[in-house]
C-alpha cells in the first residue's frame, strides 16, 4: 500500500495559469479532504470528497478553486487565474471511514505563483 | 465555534530531554489527533485519541475529556525529533488544527 501519494511535490505558476494538483488515497479509501497550509499558519480545511460527490465544500474559496473526486483516478483540486496569496502547501488526506478516527496524510503540494 | 490551542508555538530542548506539548480544545470536539510534519516534508499521524492515554515508543498522548486538554510528551528527546507538532481536533465531522508546535532538540 503506498499510503496517500500527491502530485506534484512543488508546482511553480505565473499569475493568471491554472494549477492542478493530485492526490491519490490510500488503497480502499474513498474520501478525500484536502487542506490548505498558508505560510506561518496552521492548516485549514477547503473540501470534503467521496467518490463523485463532493460531500463539504464550506473551506474552498468561492471563486477560481474547484475539486473533483472522479470514479476513477485521483481527486484533484483545481485553482484558475493563480494569484500571489495562492502560494501555499497543499495536502490531502484520505480516510476509510466517513468520521476521520483514523487519517492518512500525503506529502504535500507546494505551490508557488510568481 | 470549534477551536484548538497549542503551546508553546516555538520549543528548544536539549538531547535527552523530557518535552511536553499542550493542546486545549472547546466543546464539540470528540477526540484529538496529534500530527507531526517535518521541514518540506509531509503529515504523519502519530496518534488518535478519544479518551485516557496511548504511548508509542518515546511517544505518549494523553487526553482529559473533563478538562478539554490533551499533550504529547516526548521522553529522551533526540535531534530527529525536531519537527513541528500539531494538534487537531475532529469535530463535525473534520479536522480543526492547531497552529503547531516547532520543536527543534540539539545534540
Known amino acids: 500500500n503506498a499510503g496517500v501519494m500527491q502530485n506534484p511535490r512543488h508546482l511553480v505558476r505565473r499569475r493568471g495559469q491554472e494549477a492542478r494538483l493530485r492526490c491519490s488515497p490510500m488503497k480502499g479509501h474513498s474520501h478525500v479532504y484536502w487542506y490548505r497550509q498558508l505560510p506561518e499558519e496552521g492548516l485549514k480545511f477547503m473540501v470534503y470528497l467521496q467518490k463523485e460527490n463532493i460531500i463539504d465544500e464550506s473551506g474552498m474559496p468561492k471563486e477560481r478553486f474547484s475539486a473533483e473526486f472522479p470514479k476513477e483516478g485521483p481527486s484533484i483540486l483545481r485553482i484558475q487565474q493563480v494569484v500571489r496569496g495562492d502560494s501555499a502547501a497543499y495536502f490531502c488526506?484520505?480516510?476509510?471511514?466517513?468520521?476521520?478516527?483514523?487519517?492518512?496524510f500525503g506529502q504535500g503540494t507546494r505551490l508557488t505563483v510568481v | 465555534k470549534n477551536e484548538v490551542e497549542q503551546s508553546p508555538q516555538n520549543l528548544t530542548a536539549q538531547e535527552g530531554e523530557f518535552i511536553t506539548i499542550n493542546c486545549s480544545y472547546s466543546?464539540?470536539?470528540?477526540?484529538l489527533h496529534w500530527l507531526q510534519q517535518h521541514p518540506g516534508g509531509g503529515i504523519v499521524s502519530l496518534f488518535m485519541?478519544?479518551?485516557g492515554k496511548k504511548k508509542h515508543g518515546r511517544l505518549i498522548a494523553t487526553i482529559n475529556i473533563q478538562e478539554k486538554h490533551s499533550s504529547l510528551h516526548i521522553t529522551a528527546s533526540h535531534p530527529r525529533d525536531s519537527a513541528v507538532y500539531i494538534c487537531?481536533?475532529?469535530?463535525?465531522?473534520?479536522?480543526?488544527f492547531g497552529k503547531g508546535t516547532k520543536l527543534s532538540v540539539k545534540p
Open positions: 466543546v464539540g470536539i470528540s477526540a
Open positions: 487537531a481536533g475532529l469535530g463535525q465531522g473534520n479536522l480543526i
Open positions: 488526506a484520505s480516510s476509510f471511514a466517513t468520521d476521520l478516527t483514523e487519517a492518512f
Open positions: 485519541l478519544s479518551s
